[in-house]
Structure formats: C-alpha cells, structure tokens
C-alpha cells in the first residue's frame, strides 16, 4: 500500500495497518491529498481498497495497477465517486490549498 501511494504521486503523512489474527490486515494511509485504506478478508481471497484523494495530481490508476499485481488479484471492482464536487462559476479555478500555503 505504502508503495502504491508513492507510485501515484501522493505525499504519505502517517500509515497504521492491524494485524488480526489468524489472519487478515486493515489498514489506512493519511496522505495529505487524504487516504488509501485497506481491509482484507484472506480467508476469501478478499481485499477491500478505497483510494480517496483529492486534487488533479494524484494518478489513481497507477496505484490500482500495481496494487493488482502485487495483491495478484484474478477479479477487480472498480467504482468511481467524484466526492465534494463544488460549483464553480465560469473562469473560477478550484484552488486545493490557500494562496501562500
């Protein structure tokens, strides 16, 4: 996971994963475009990935990609939400951070 956010561009504030046991893994990556978070079922050979961010810098897809390879996944589900769309007046850009920050 934590290569995956590098893979996209994403700036990695704070990772925590938790071990179950016998087995499985949830885990969340605060980045500062927001998150990746994990859950695994490997009884199932399930995983569940969100990958929420923000801004247009963050390649989405590169982390999918090679999170599907390494996870070795055979089947991917991919739903994508456009989350906290503002409306914009025309010419106005969306500026993700403060001028000056």
């Known amino acids: 996971m934590l290569e ?5 561009g994403a700036t990695v504030i704070k990772p925590s994963f938790h071990k179950f046991n016998p087995h499985g893994v949830s ?3 605060v ?3 927001s998150h990746f978070t994990i859950h695994t079922w490997p009884e199932y050979g399930y995983a569940a990935v969100d990958v929420f961010t923000c801004g247009d ?4 897809q590169a982390a999918l990609n090679y999170m599907r390879e390494k996870f070795g996944a ?10 906290g769309v503002l409306n914009l007046g025309v010419g106005e ?3 993700h951070k403060p001028i000056g920050a």
């Open 93 to 95: 850009d969306l500026r």
């Open 74 to 83: 055979r089947n991917v589900s991919v739903v994508e939400m456009n989350r």
């Open 4 to 8: 995956a956010c590098e893979i996209s």
């Open 31 to 33: 980045i500062s475009e």
């Open 57 to 60: 810098l963050i390649d989405n």
């Open 27 to 29: 885990g969340c990556i």
